[in-house]
């Protein structure tokens, strides 16, 4: 048993996942895709986005106690047959490898205008998707406690972001509550992509080695996350004005910039070198879930395998997409479908689960 339980998670990691699964990339850049809908009052459609996880995260629990050895793959496959449910899967899936694809090339798009211009594409990419498979071949445990320790240096970027407050101004807050109830839903909708990542919790909670915490461990991560999320967007509007933040493709370095630490020249370049393993911890949490989906369609391949013959295609997609332009134009323009399907799915799965009573598997 406890062989057993050294290959599982602990709560804890399965919060570092979540955590890990939703903040990255977004994190850079989540002020500039409120801003062009609901300006100043940004930080409200922040807190209202967190509707998503928290619809998504009580499904979770529920379907976490009916069927606690069971991840979804197994659960769609059992209520909608193994035709509807394996093309349900497939989708899931494709939705993990675009996650994957976008993020790393975000990575990349950031790390060409922040860390090493004189570095091609091609040579980040490769390098991030080589290490992602070194990373994922490792196991779950092993990602749960790389994400463990990489959640607290996310937590100390965003300490020491909070000693920009005294260089902003409250005017830039004000007038509060200008935006309709349209601007608002498309402010919700545009941080749809940075609160994504939760719907790992279905591939995830099988791993728990207490499944009884399960239900506080994912509230837990909506409430931090959605304080995160919140928090970034006011401070960032608090000290640029909605105005000035669309003037930059990824406003919270600028106001990382701003802070002044005495014994280091520029904290902008400490906070991109803090910055680097946060975001590349995500593109190692979707290339796993990418190839553990992957896994359950060629159960007879192993999981390296998998990893080297999916990793060419993931480089090949991710090396187009080196225009922050076009990678904007295209997440706005699928994620809303990707998250529209999640709550369609999940319901769908969570709703069956409910009317088939008599096939139960829950926990006390």
Request: with cysteine.
């Amino acid at each position: 048993m406890s062989n057993k339980n050294s290959t599982l998670l602990t709560p804890n990691q399965l919060y570092a996942l979540l955590i890990g699964f939703t903040s990255g990339v977004g994190i850079l850049s989540l002020p500039n895709f409120l801003v062009k809908y609901t300006y100043q009052d940004s930080w409200i459609a922040a807190i209202l986005g967190g509707t998503y996880p928290l619809y998504i995260g009580v499904l979770a629990i529920y379907i976490s106690r009916k069927f606690p050895k069971d991840n979804i793959l197994a659960i769609s496959k059992k209520k909608c047959g193994s035709f509807i449910g394996g093309l349900l899967n497939f989708i899931f899936m494709t939705y993990f490898i675009f996650n994957y694809v976008v993020i790393t090339a975000g990575f990349n798009n950031v790390s060409r205008v922040y860390i090493n211009p004189y570095l091609s594409s091609d040579k980040i990419v490769i390098t991030i998707t080589a290490a992602a498979i070194i990373a994922a071949c490792a196991g779950i445990k092993v990602l749960g406690k790389l994400n463990e320790v990489i959640y607290y240096i996310l937590l100390i970027i965003i300490i020491l972001c909070s000693m920009a407050f005294p260089k902003g101004s409250i005017k830039n807050l004000f007038p509060v509550f200008q935006s309709n109830g349209v601007d608002i839903l498309n402010g919700i909708e545009a941080s749809m992509f940075s609160y994504s990542g939760i719907e790992a919790i279905f591939l995830l909670y099988p791993f728990v080695n207490d499944s009884a915490k399960i239900k506080k461990t994912v509230m837990k991560f909506i409430i931090v996350i959605v304080i995160i999320y919140t928090y970034i967007t006011f401070i960032t509007i608090y000290y640029f004005s909605s105005d000035i933040i669309l003037k930059n493709f990824w406003s919270f370095v600028e106001v990382a910039e701003s802070v002044n630490i005495s014994v280091i020249a520029s904290f902008k370049y400490l906070f991109v070198f803090l910055w680097i393993p946060v975001a590349l911890r995500m593109s190692f949490n979707y290339f796993y879930a990418s190839i553990f989906i992957l896994k359950d369609f060629l159960k007879k391949v192993s999981f390296l395998s998998l990893s080297i013959m999916v990793a060419p295609i993931l480089i090949y997609l991710t090396s187009k997409l080196t225009d922050e332009y076009v990678l904007r134009s295209i997440l706005k323009l699928i994620v809303p479908k990707y998250v529209m399907f999640m709550i369609l799915y999940i319901s769908l799965i969570s709703l069956l689960i409910f009317l088939k009573k008599g096939e139960r598997n829950e926990i006390t």
